[in-house]
């Protein structure tokens, strides 16, 4: 590892840097505001609604105003206007800016601007991003560290997903979805995985890896998965010798790539046990993926110098992150699971944990996420979901796209794909949220786990089946 200095948030190295930011109620914008204010800029915000974030960024100290209106933009020729990607030209405070010849910034300029003033841990791949981010983070504190963060999930531990810390290192989830990853610059870069799943901003598996490694180029250190589909991300020098033990390969240019998975494990009673290089680690979250996080996490920890013994036993603790197999309460004797999975392979994975408990039936609840997503992978969806003893399917949650642009798909294409796959299970098709919560008390049993799965607002299934609220 390098020794070389670099700016830390305790330095506030952005003093007299001037920061109005719209779209702040979001979860990346608000952290990024957060992360920027603990940094030593002025910063305010505005957005057209309340969200859960605004708590923590008005504890940070920053104005936040709701609803847009030029009047918002602050006076002074030194303020800089940044925008998420959701706020358009005509936005009232985008046009305020344009007429005073302020900067306009966007997300992706000021998340590179953030990583640059820390020393980055990166935490890139289509699944997993987000818990391995969040075991980086509690493997550092376990080792007596404090790491700034900015996570795409909610750290139950904390209740936030950014923290300002006093340790140089800066743990980021770096995001694939629309190539921002790329402005992270890490010097420890990890990688779970790659699979295709933003269709599209990637026209093909071949145009994905070519973004990944240019992430991984620019990585002193470079963390993979132990699977051979990826060595080809890495620069052409850098042979990893051994079985997944963790052995550097050399690069060029200094530095050393470190590929990592878990030895012996054992699952019992829903969490597992498993061995990371020369360490025993004991994790609540079931799964052989949240093992592997694990041990991606360990390994990007010790290459900061961290305690090695002290991180992994610190992961016996890892509460996890929202809407990660959530345990939301019981219903009718049914256990209620709220989880992320939006892919094939992380649903077929999120099933795989939840046998790990022993069920009486496994009962997945999914919602389609992206028309787009559901076009390609429609198939694949049915046949991860089949893994389930009885299947129930939403709509499709539409976010960004709009049906028409996608026609005759719909969330009743992966429904039929289940029944194709399933062999005769019972496959329900309830496109939406009220559907659901009125149909399913009627087919869960006592002994039951039930998964609603989905990125979208399928949580609200698993919080109206056992009458708990949303999140404040």
């Excluded at 005509?90 to 306009?104: C, I, K, M, S, W």
Aim: proline share 6%.
């Amino acid at each position: 590892m390098t020794d070389a200095p670099a700016p830390t948030a305790s330095a506030r190295p952005w003093e007299g840097r001037r920061l109005h930011v719209l779209g702040i109620a979001g979860a990346g914008m608000s952290a990024l505001a957060v992360l920027a204010r603990g940094l030593g800029a002025e910063v305010t915000g505005s957005d057209r609604a309340e969200s859960r974030y605004l708590d923590g960024v008005r504890e940070a100290g920053i104005a936040v105003t709701i609803g847009h209106d030029a009047a918002n933009v602050p006076a002074g020729d030194d303020v800089e206007v940044v925008r998420s990607t959701a706020i358009p030209d005509d936005n009232p405070e985008r046009v305020e800016a344009r007429r005073r010849g302020l900067p306009d910034v966007s997300r992706h300029a000021l998340l590179g601007d953030v990583c640059a003033a820390h020393r980055v841990i990166a935490v890139a791949g289509a699944h997993g991003k987000t818990t391995t981010s969040a075991m980086v983070v509690h493997a550092l504190q376990g080792a007596g560290e404090d790491p700034s963060y900015l996570v795409g999930g909610i750290l139950r531990s904390t209740g936030r997903n950014v923290h300002v810390g006093r340790s140089p290192w800066l743990v980021v989830e770096a995001d694939e979805s629309d190539r921002s990853f790329l402005e992270t610059r890490p010097e420890i870069a990890v990688v779970t995985n790659v699979e295709l799943d933003h269709h599209g901003t990637y026209g093909s598996l071949g145009e994905l890896e070519d973004a990944f490694r240019t992430f991984l180029a620019g990585a002193r250190e470079r963390v993979v998965w132990a699977d051979p589909t990826l060595d080809r991300l890495l620069p052409p020098a850098a042979s990893v010798p051994g079985g997944g033990d963790g052995a550097p390969g050399a690069l060029p240019g200094g530095g050393a790539a470190h590929r990592y998975d878990v030895a012996a494990l054992e699952a019992r009673d829903g969490a597992s046990r498993f061995v990371v290089g020369d360490h025993e680690v004991a994790l609540r979250q079931p799964g052989l993926h949240n093992a592997r996080n694990a041990a991606g996490a360990l390994t990007a920890a010790a290459l900061t110098g961290a305690d090695a013994a002290a991180s992994a036993a610190a992961m016996a603790s890892f509460p996890g992150t929202g809407r990660r197999f959530e345990q939301i309460g019981v219903a009718g004797g049914a256990t209620i699971v709220d989880d992320y999975a939006h892919h094939p392979t992380e649903v077929a994975a999120t099933i795989a944990a939840a046998r790990t408990l022993a069920p009486r039936r496994v009962v997945a609840v999914f919602q389609p996420h992206l028309y787009s997503r559901t076009r390609y992978l429609g198939d694949a969806f049915g046949a991860a979901l089949a893994t389930a003893d009885v299947v129930a399917v939403l709509d499709v949650y539409p976010a960004r796209e709009r049906a028409e642009d996608f026609p005759g798909t719909d969330g009743l294409t992966v429904a039929r794909a289940a029944a194709d796959h399933g062999h005769g299970r019972t496959v329900l098709w309830l496109p939406t949220i009220a559907d659901a919560v009125e149909r399913l008390p009627g087919v869960l049993r006592a002994g039951d786990l039930c998964l609603c799965m989905g990125a979208g607002n399928v949580d609200a299934v698993a919080r109206g089946l056992v009458g708990a609220p949303a999140p404040a």
